[in-house]
């Protein structure tokens, strides 16, 4: 089992036949691994552009490529997806965060009218593996590249970043860190499903309705964090952005509290978060014991 770790730059175009912006694929770069994770091959190409008209200004200045050096040496996307293809060979595909997949399905979509990306068979996407390995995954919260070997302590210039090759291997030294911590092989997904296109592309959403019938109602019920006795819900449920709260009273500690809890759809699961929140000190203070009481 062999990987291939691939990165993709990119400049937005727009398109006056399609009437839309396409971030246009300008060089391939990658690296091919054994299963020691060492280098056993590399590739590089560069995409003549056929949208673009000159290169963004912040493109050209992450990237230092010129849009004359791409009309020169880049070959069209077509070839150049091809040639990939044939230098990943059915290897399990990764690439750091899953824009670079985006952006494969926006141009061949582009290109072909179909956005499946045809050499990718296994996936792995590095962000989530190394953000598991570190125990900080966090579907909301992403780490960047340059955050991550930060992170681990792996030392790159910035000056060399964003070019295909160097995050290329800037990726590799962070999985290479990683190693050990996480299981791999529990990150790499079949990617000939349509179900990885579904899942891919699906926007996970708070659930604004306790009405919604993904809301287990079950979970609507609180304990005492004290006693661990079933609370009784003393007000209805009110939303907050994304959380719904409500007022809560243990009749064993005579406690009241605020039940906080949230529900996440994701792709096949609902994420559902509880929380246990002190009453606002005013409230707590009406309701305990006066000092004549004790
Ligand atoms: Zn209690």
Redesign the pocket.
Known sequence: MSYVILDLEWNGSYSKSAHKFVNEIIEFGALKLDEELNIIDSFSALVSPKIGKRMNTRVKALTKISFEELKKSGVSFQKASESFSEFLAGDILMTWGTSDLFTLMENYNFYTGDYHIPFLNRYCDLQVFCEKAMGIYDEGNQIGLGACAERLGIEFSEDEQHRADADAYLSLACLKRCIGDYPLESCVLDAETESFYECLTFKNRFITSLSDPAVDKNELRFC?D????P?KRMKKWKMHNKHFTSEFY?K??R?KFIGRIAFKQKYDTVVVSKRILEMPEKVKKSIEPKPADT
């Open positions: 005492c004290k006693c661990g006795a609370a243990c064993n500690c406690r």
